[in-house]
Structure formats: structure tokens, C-alpha cells
């Protein structure tokens, strides 16, 4: 494993996928029962993506988290599709996190809701509520974190949810992963957290495995900090740590 610093944030590149997705969970984990011992609840935010998988695997197997007393948010949801669908966040986060773990409570953005606006500000009030103390987030093949894509990314954004149109990008990203069956088939528009309310948490941990993120990677850390390349705003986060294994990191 090696260990570098890019202006304030640390980044760990792991010797694997699988080391990457223990070192990961076991950061979470720590950040976890730290909140936990001072008594209060724990409020996390999480990703809900392919590239998340071994991480979230491994942290349903850190042991000593009173899950019972963490709040769960997720960041991102697709306009117009129901919970059930197969590439609903809403059913990810149910699958992977609140079916296992068994949270307090798990917060869903309604991705059919009637009136998509008053859902952001109905959303955006539940993560305002409390400061969020962990936020565990991806990187997409094209820079973007949550749904905040280049187009639409804004390092200085005064809504905490918004409702924004998807770059094709991100669209044919995720019938690459296999979460729908054609570009046709993914929606234009989608609900996300934006980046201040992301950064704002206490603690954020990125986890970015596999090849097809690497150019995205060498942009986040060698490129601009710019919306370009809407990840390269982790390098002001010095409470953030970039987990990577030797895919993800082969092009720095």
C-alpha cells in the first residue's frame, strides 16, 4: 500500500480491489463507533453504485457498529423510476444496506415523487436536520461525484438537493454497468446531493476502484480543480481520503 498527499487530501493506493474495499470499510467503521461513543446518532451519507459493492460487503462485516443508531442517507436517485426498479438507488441501498445492517433509519429520495422540486426541499431538510458525520462516495468515469456532473457541478452550490439533466457520459456509464439496456433506456434527469452538501460531512471516504476510472482519477488529482473534472474538489477536502487499488491508479 502507498500513501500520498495531493494538496489536503490523503490518498491510499491498496494493493488490490479487495484491500482497497477493507481499508475502506474499516476507515468508515473507525469514523463509525468514534461517532457512536460520544452518544450521539451517526448521519451517513452513501453511494449507490457497481464500484461500491466490495466496500459495502466489507463493512457489513465490521464488527462493534451499533447500526441501530445510524441515520443513512443516499446521494443520488433517477427521476421517474420507481423503488423496485433494478437500477433504483433507493433499491440498492435497501438490498446492500438496510436489509443487512438494519439502520435506525434509511432516508429515500422518491424518484417518482409527484412534484420533483418540493422532493428536493422535502429531501434537502432531512440531511439538514443534523451535521452529516461520514459521506462514503464514487467517482464516475466522467469526474463526477453523486449525479453532479461537469455540466452541472457547482463547488459553490447554495441548494443541498437538486434536480439536474444527466451527461451522456454518465448515461452511457451506467448502461456499461449493465443498470439499464440501452442509452435510450436511461433518464435524462435525476436527483442528487450537490457537492457542498457532500463536503460538508465530517468525514469523507472515496472509494474508486477498477481501470475504467483512471482517467477520471488522473484528472481529479493532476488536472484542475475545476467542474472539469467535478472529483478534483476532494484535493480542498483534508478530512477526505481517496482509497484507490492498482487499476484505478495506473495512469498517475
Known sequence: MKELKVHGLRVEVCGSHGELAARAAAAAAACLRSTLAGGARARVILASAASQERFLDALTSEAGIEWSRVVCFHMDEYLGIGADHPASF??????????PLRPATVHYLGGEADEPIEECDRYAGLVREAPVDLCVLGIGENGHVAFNDPPVANFEDPRTVKLVRLDEACRR????????????????????????????????????????KAEAVRAALRGPIHTVCPASVLRRQSHATLFLDPDSASLL
Open 173 to 212: 456509464q451506467q448502461v456499461g454497468e449493465g443498470a439499464f439496456p440501452s442509452l435510450e433506456a436511461v433518464p435524462q434527469f435525476a436527483y442528487t446531493l450537490t457537492v457542498p452538501a457532500l463536503c460538508a460531512a465530517r468525514r469523507m471516504i472515496a472509494v474508486v476502484p477498477e481501470r475504467r
Open 90 to 99: 433507493r433499491r440498492f441501498i435497501r438490498e446492500r444496506v438496510e436489509q
